[in-house]
């Protein structure tokens, strides 16, 4: 569903669709969980980490990443893509970026995790 609200999104503002990807699901599941169960948002600071490893970009078969998280909120995947991470200039020209073409989002309790990436 978020996936789907994004790539409409984009599409509104004259910008390509993105595809999932499993590796980057897992991924974002991941990181939703990590944040849930911390109970608090970790500023990308778990991506940034994880992906210090360089066998991690291999494993991704990426070569950018990007990450719009949100935490507090139960609502539809259009209402966090057109409120939530539209509402924020840095979320919302992640949504945006042309470079991307791969996402996937990661949910788990009210914490939500999309990652972007350009393969």
Same mark, same amino acid.
């Given at each position: 569903?978020?996936?789907?609200? !994004?790539?409409?999104?984009?599409?509104?503002?004259?910008?390509?669709? !993105?595809?999932?990807?499993?590796?980057?699901?897992?991924?974002?599941?991941?990181?939703?969980?990590?944040?849930?169960?911390?109970? *608090?948002?970790?500023?990308?600071?778990?991506?940034?980490?994880?992906?210090?490893?360089?066998?991690?970009?291999?494993?991704?078969?990426?070569?950018?990443?990007?990450?719009?998280?949100?935490?507090?909120?139960?609502?539809?995947?259009?209402? !966090?893509?057109?409120?939530?991470?539209?509402?924020?200039?840095?979320?919302?020209?992640?949504? !945006?970026?042309?470079?991307?073409?791969?996402?996937?989002?990661?949910?788990?309790?009210? *914490?939500?995790?999309?990652?972007?990436?350009?393969?």
């Amino acid at each position: 569903e978020i996936l789907i609200a !994004l790539n409409i999104y984009r599409k509104n503002h004259g910008r390509g669709e !993105l595809r999932s990807d499993e590796n980057i699901c897992q991924l974002a599941q991941k990181r939703a969980a990590d944040q849930q169960k911390a109970g *608090t948002l970790d500023s990308h600071k778990g991506l940034v980490s994880y992906m210090d490893d360089p066998n991690h970009w291999k494993e991704l078969d990426i070569k950018a990443i990007g990450e719009n998280a949100s935490f507090g909120y139960i609502m539809s995947g259009v209402h !966090l893509i057109e409120w939530v991470f539209d509402s924020d200039e840095e979320h919302r020209e992640n949504q !945006l970026n042309p470079q991307w073409n791969l996402s996937c989002a990661g949910i788990s309790g009210e *914490t939500v995790d999309i990652i972007f990436g350009q393969r």
